[in-house]
């Protein structure tokens, strides 16, 4: 089991940046890690991905504006978020699989997080 908790949301303006944390705990670290997304009223939607060796995977919303990176000596994933819109207002949720492989599927997530408020104000 890895317990995850999200920290780094806030309020801020049209295209300012913020950058969410994940602190991971718990069994394997190694784990497919991702950011998975709520805006209000709407689907839940993959945001980024990234495994164990830094490879990477984006919502095709993010391209180009958001960055996710870990650190695997500290169990930490972060997103960088750049010039933000009114849209990226959201839920933020950290996700980890058990599988080491990618996957934009919330369903074959096994760990969340309980999530961090972004609100973007135009």
């Known amino acids: 089991q890895v317990q995850l908790v999200e920290s780094g949301g806030g309020l801020v303006q049209a295209g300012d940046s913020l950058k969410l944390s994940c602190a991971a705990s718990?069994?394997?670290?190694?784990?497919?890690m991702a950011w998975f997304r709520q805006p209000p009223g709407k689907e839940r939607e993959f945001v980024a991905g990234?495994?164990?060796?830094?490879?990477?995977l984006f919502g095709d919303s993010v391209k180009g504006r958001f960055t996710i990176s870990r650190d695997n000596g500290k169990d930490t994933v972060n997103l960088q978020m750049n010039s933000l819109k009114p849209d990226d207002t959201a839920v933020y949720y950290c996700?980890?699989?058990?599988?080491?492989?990618?996957?934009?599927?919330?369903?074959?997530?096994?760990?969340w997080g309980q999530g961090t408020q972004v609100t973007v104000s135009s």
């Open positions: 996700a980890a699989r058990r599988f080491t492989s990618a996957s934009m599927r919330g369903s074959q997530y096994d760990n």
């Open positions: 718990g069994r394997s670290f190694s784990n497919y």
């Open positions: 990234i495994n164990w060796s830094g490879d990477s």
